[in-house]
């Protein structure tokens, strides 16, 4: 059961790196959202391989197409399906890992749980599965935006130890596409591109923090106990490949300040609602959102896949040395942006349907 | 559905501070399990309040009754009940609350989704909930004890900016139980005690880090792509009150590291047993088990209810102020290491029971 | 898993017929709801052995008590734990069945699943299980009222040969409720009170047929093509002790007409809502409600524990007789009754809240 | 979430009768498997129309595409998705549906429900949405045997009143498949053709009863006390457009039999082992399997399309008269066959995997 994600608004996703294709099934959508194959094609633009010089130069256009569930332009209510076929692939670079198994990554565990994979490309670990869910989210963002104005940005924070300086309050999607790095702080963008250029031909890789604002979210979504909003944002973004660890407002420096210091205190803005002076609680308070912006961070490992020679053992049980080949990310920060705000829009989605399931059917 | 937790290996909890009491449904309990209410009370015993001078002095014995679903000291594979009835209850303490919402609480969340809440000691939102998840998480311990002799070991790592020094390789329980602050550093942990009294006597609150070993676990636990162990054990303890961030092994620190630095390499060990020489990954590697430990980091934030004056407003929407009564703990770590572990061990049981059943079906 | 129901509705029960009690546990039970211990009461009433000459005189209050989920008289939106304790418990009635299996009841597939079973009255396959059931029907109930005056009634269709004449239409609670074996049909009724009276002198026991309607159900729920309302009604159903078989609308009468026969023809009615002349369909098509009454039946088998001598084995691999000694129903249909209505007030209610969710977040 | 299927063997599909295609996700597949796509399509062909004389002539091969989560044969363990595309469509047949509600369909409701509606061929309520059943059924169908040896065997056990004579303890899939109605009583099935053929020369539509049979089933399945066996069937073949009732067992008809008549006498056999001498149970005892062959029955209605008039309404509130075009089965029953056998496949092999899951981690 480990292919679907959400409740309400529930996606299934398939797929492989060098199979016939990827796809998401989006169950629970509501009818009548007007969506074309365009919205959706907007955000696989942003994940897709290729895209960049930083980036894999693999050649996808990841051309996306609706298979069901989308009539005349409007979503029916029945499921979605949306496909998008490999094209550039070639498994004769992975026929080396067929046998040598690439430290850090996915080629000993799944062999370990199923006894069997496929090695062309990482199978069903590669990046390349998360196509269904930035696929899904560019419809649960149109939701989220319709419902409520709700605006989902994210963007390179950090990459390695450069750190980028940006005011997640007035931040824009045009800023963080203003360059490929995703990161809006232009000046540090452009060390931050040198670097990942220098790893790259070292044959090494680095990783990063992205962070992600969410703005304008309705008061109310999340549900105690186990379904608080940063738990199910944690989970969901940290089931994205190369993620370490995830952070809500103050995260871990919140634990340097006192009680008095952390809090965020209440007060009333003009038009008389609740606001908080300050936001180390980072929009979620009890697990429900207060109002006030949600912001995250998610560390990303260095990429695993690296050229340089590294000590490792075959599937056949032989210690040996592997140079990887294939064509492969420097850093995944940059695309890691798209997947990042797909995965707070498809909780958030989730939870303003349950919300209204739950607490709008006796006072509508 | 936010009060139930895990698919196969599933609890649901209910229970308010303030109540009748609080408790527990297991379902998917595997049958002819031997276990005693001892069993459950030992670890209640480590989470109740008014254990040590640095907890809140709220007198619960948290005394467990099993309802149902044990017959004759062993599981019969239907629903467990475990009921924990409330005793020292003190609602006019918090009167004052019913009116004032508490700065970053969930008095004002619970009220914008519900409005509605019990505000006699936190009513739901109290860490009073999860006594129902670690007195199921010492049953999935049992479990997981048997079936592979994991060991499930969690310790306070840090309190505000007090770090222990502690290896999670060889730190055990009684190390654990050995000072009243949970960290097995005792000369750390003398400081960090001074410092928690030193808090409270301020009437403020402090929060730290909670570190999480998980030894022996078997290969082949998680499921991609959602399910990933990393990413249901992030949304495990996320969803505990308190809580602001989460790493797996080399976490936000990770990030500094290039790919070639950060790579566990593979070795084989004298049985032959594929195993990596660093465990940067903290036991997980594309989403599955490697058979390293699992080492895991929690943040906790500051106790928000203070005895300190806060500017906040009321429910009947004016600014006040607020020196908040009630018992309550200035520094949630102690008691929360064994919340930590009682969500580590639901999700690695929950997994346990799912990859018996997907991947032992046709090969037993 | 199997002891939760319902997806935003949900409800977890446990307990056995011998053991502390018996419970649930409703999660997601919409916020503000007035309800009373009382109003659950009423339908626990309807459910309790002992009520009258026809049903097992075991003697039980099944007194509820309310243990969270509700304050000052409303639900708070969070969990809600109702129980009701076991007082008149005789396990030594139970001692030739721990060992002798009883023909077509659960002792032997218990047995054979978990190799451990609760024999002291049935365990978990006692009947007694479904107070849960109708303890978190009756709010269900109480919500379809409030939202949108549902009514939901079930009654004795049939008891073995002697089937009652009834409309659907027109029948209230309180003709059902105005005899014991609760056939609305008083004629009827009598001579269905006197075969079970004669066959409880027998030793033996009966079956029949009990039908519900549900009226002025809002059009709009169920979900193609999985989670089809007659799918989930017949789910609920069917999960009731005894049961055998599921009728909605016209069911396997409806196989002997042609389709310009049972097609039902769609007319205006004077206020322009589009309605159908017959009702062959049962209030659903195509999976979803068309806002005429639900009507479906369900077949009861004849209780399985009698007195009469039957040939058996034992757990311990022996022919022997039983003879089963213990209070039983010589008949389950009166009390199968408020079951059905429950089971039915549940689906209903998860629906309800699903569609909201779903269809009302766009355009609400 | 009404178009996902099972737990851990979970199935999710998409598509509509005139969209792109339709297809199913399969996850949660034990690894390892051996599986053709000309394994599934056995299973698909006798599913699809145009097939015989007495079904729709709609003309589709109905070829399915393995599109992930099968490698050089295998499974992977990853999720599996399935496409058959729609290639003969025909939109203008239903312009007139377009507007006018076809009576006992789901045109009103689905405009009801969602506000829109794919008004080409039936859209989602079309029967084309089993495809995905059938294709996941194909698998289930595979391990089932591979592990214990089970046998499905679906058969027409009657058309209108013409009722075959089928052993069900004796049937194969060789003698089903004999004729084109699907009813293994040779002589019966002659005139079940000649009537469906009388019936699609009048316009006009007849249903009738699947009777289907499940050997070898491995004791111990199912889960009480929602989820028993006979639940979880009853859900699924009631999910099957058309169906309007089920039976397990001695069904309504051992509503008229005394529990001395009723019950299934229990006696060991050659080898040991528990059996009955008789199987009125339907080899559910309890909601859990008992090792005998389990019967099931359901009730098909006549196909809701016909060419013969009727009176219904519009969309846009007028009512008028319908002789609807298009194609369409004049009797659902043969192709209903193979729907039934996989959703019965389905339901046994989640709870095979489930059994597996909590019952074999402790006591492999």
Chains 1, 2, 3, 4 share one sequence.
Not at 21 to 28: E, Q, R, S, Y
Not at 199 to 204: A, L, N, S, V, Y
Request: charge should be neutral; glycine fraction near 10%; hydrophobic fraction near 35%.
């Amino acid at each position: 059961m480990g292919n679907s994600f959400g409740h309400l608004f529930r996606i299934t996703t398939y797929g492989e790196s060098h199979g016939g294709g990827v796809g998401v099934v989006i169950d629970g959508c509501p009818p009548q959202l007007e969506i074309s194959a365009a919205e959706i094609q907007f955000e696989l633009d942003r994940r897709r391989p290729g895209q960049s010089k930083i980036t894999t130069p693999r050649k996808e256009t990841d051309t996306c197409e609706i298979l069901s569930g989308v009539f005349e332009g409007k979503t029916l209510g029945t499921s979605i399906s949306i496909f998008v076929p490999n094209k550039d692939t070639r498994p004769q670079d992975y026929s080396e890992m067929a046998v040598k198994y690439r430290p850090s990554h996915a080629d000993a565990t799944y062999d370990a749980k199923y006894g069997i994979r496929n090695w062309q490309g990482g199978g069903r670990s590669s990046a390349r599965e998360t196509i269904g869910r930035v696929a899904a989210g560019a419809i649960a963002k149109k939701i989220l935006k319709q419902v409520a104005n709700v605006d989902i940005v994210g963007y390179v924070k950090r990459i390695h130890d450069l750190e980028g300086i940006v005011d997640p309050h007035t931040i824009t999607l045009e800023q963080v596409e203003s360059n490929i790095v995703r990161c809006p702080d232009s000046e540090c963008a452009q060390r931050m591109i040198e670097k990942i250029e220098l790893i790259r031909r070292e044959g090494d890789s680095i990783g990063g923090v992205v962070e992600c604002v969410a703005r304008n979210v309705p008061k109310g979504l999340g549900e105690p106990v186990f379904d608080k909003l940063e738990a199910d944002l944690a989970k969901g973004v940290m089931s994205l490949p190369a993620s370490k660890g995830f952070e809500i407002g103050s995260g871990f420096a919140g634990t340097l300040l006192t009680g008095s210091e952390h809090n965020d205190e209440f007060y009333l803005d003009d038009t008389g609602t609740v606001r908080t002076t300050t936001n180390r609680s980072g929009g979620i308070q009890g697990g429900i959102t207060n109002g006030e912006s949600i912001i995250l961070r998610v560390a990303f490992k260095p990429t695993a896949t690296i050229r340089k020679e590294q000590r490792t053992v075959t599937s056949t049980g032989e210690e040996t040395i592997l140079a990887a080949k294939g064509r492969h990310d420097p850093c995944v920060l940059p695309r890691a942006v798209p997947m990042v705000e797909a995965m707070v829009a498809l909780v958030l989605c989730d939870h303003l349907l349950r919300h209204q399931g739950q607490c709008h059917t006796l006072k509508p």
